[in-house]
C-alpha cells in the first residue's frame, strides 16, 4: 500500500488550485496527488494535464459530505489528507507526517496549526488560532493521545483542529469516513466521532498550512446563511447543558469576525 496521498477537492474554477498543486508538488518527500471533483471543467482539466495529476469525476450533485469521501475513497494510499482547493502546505508536512507514524504506528489523525492568508497576505497574529493552540494542549502529552478523553477534550469548546490540516489513517479507520447531517460542523462532527474510537491523534504544534480567508469560503456562505452558528449550538448540545450552550455560543460567535 502506498504511504500518502493528497486528495485535493477541487470545485468550480477556483484561482488558487494552482498554487495549491504547487504546494503539493514543492513537498519534500514526494507523494500521491489526486484532484477529485464534482463539478468538472476545462480550467480544472487543463491545471491536472499541467501538473501530470490524475482526475476523478463524482457525479451527482455537488455536497461537500459526498465530495470529501469521494475523494478519500479514490485515494489509494494508508493516510489520505483532504486538500482544500484554496490552502497550501508547507513542505515538511508529508515528511512530518510518516515520522509521527514510525513513532506511533495506532495514529489514526495527524494534524497541526496553520497561518492565516488574507488577501493574499499571510497574518503573522491570527487571534483564532492562537485560542485553538492553547486548546490543542492536551494532545502533547503524547503518552496519552490514545485515549478518548484527552481526545476529545479538545473539541469541548470547539473545533480546535483544522480540518485542511488533517490527514486520516485509512487503514485503520476505513470508510466511509464522514457520516454526518452538518455542513459546516462536518468536520467538528466527524472528529468527535472518531476521538471516540481507538487510535491516536498526533498533532505537530507547528504551521503546517497555509488557511486562506475569501469571500468565496464556505465558511463564510455558513456564516452569512446562519447555519454556521445553529450547528455549532447543536454540537455544543451533545456535550454541554443549555445554559453552558448559551454561554459558549455568545463567545463563540466572536470568532465570526476573522471572516469580515
Given at each position: 500500500m502506498k504511504p500518502h496521498t493528497f486528495a485535493v477537492c477541487a470545485y468550480r474554477d477556483s484561482p488558487y488550485?494552482?498554487?495549491?498543486?504547487?504546494s503539493?508538488?514543492?513537498q519534500s518527500v514526494p507523494t500521491d496527488i489526486i484532484l477529485c471533483t464534482s463539478t468538472p471543467s476545462p480550467y480544472i482539466m487543463d491545471m491536472a494535464d499541467k501538473y501530470g495529476i490524475s482526475v476523478h469525476v463524482r457525479e451527482g450533485k455537488s455536497r461537500i459530505m459526498d465530495d470529501w469521501n469521494f475523494a478519500y475513497h479514490m485515494a489509494d494510499s494508508r493516510f489520505v489528507t483532504i486538500a482544500h482547493q484554496d490552502d497550501m502546505y508547507q513542505k515538511d508536512y508529508v515528511k512530518l507526517l510518516l515520522e509521527s507514524w514510525k513513532r506511533y504506528p495506532d495514529m489514526t489523525l495527524f494534524t497541526g496549526g496553520y497561518t492565516v492568508v488574507k488577501r493574499d497576505t499571510l497574518v503573522k497574529f491570527e487571534k483564532v488560532e492562537f485560542i485553538k493552540r492553547f486548546l490543542r494542549l492536551p494532545l502533547r502529552l503524547r503518552p496519552l493521545s490514545h485515549l478518548r478523553a484527552v481526545k476529545r477534550s479538545v473539541l469541548l469548546f470547539g473545533n480546535s483542529i483544522c480540518c485542511p490540516a488533517c490527514t486520516y489513517n485509512k487503514e485503520l479507520l476505513g470508510e466511509p469516513l464522514f457520516d454526518s447531517p452538518y455542513q459546516f460542523a462536518l468536520d467538528w462532527d466527524t472528529l468527535w466521532k472518531l476521538a471516540g474510537r481507538g487510535g491516536r491523534f498526533i498533532c505537530i504544534e507547528r504551521p503546517l498550512m497555509y488557511y486562506r480567508v475569501h469571500e468565496e469560503a464556505t465558511t463564510k456562505a455558513c456564516i452569512k446563511d446562519n447555519s454556521r452558528a445553529r450547528e455549532e449550538a447543536e454540537m455544543f448540545a451533545k456535550m454541554w447543558p443549555k445554559p453552558v450552550v448559551k454561554l459558549l455560543m455568545?463567545?463563540?460567535?466572536?470568532?465570526y469576525e476573522e471572516y469580515e
Open positions: 488550485l494552482e498554487a495549491c498543486i504547487r503539493l508538488k514543492g455568545h463567545y463563540y460567535r466572536r470568532a
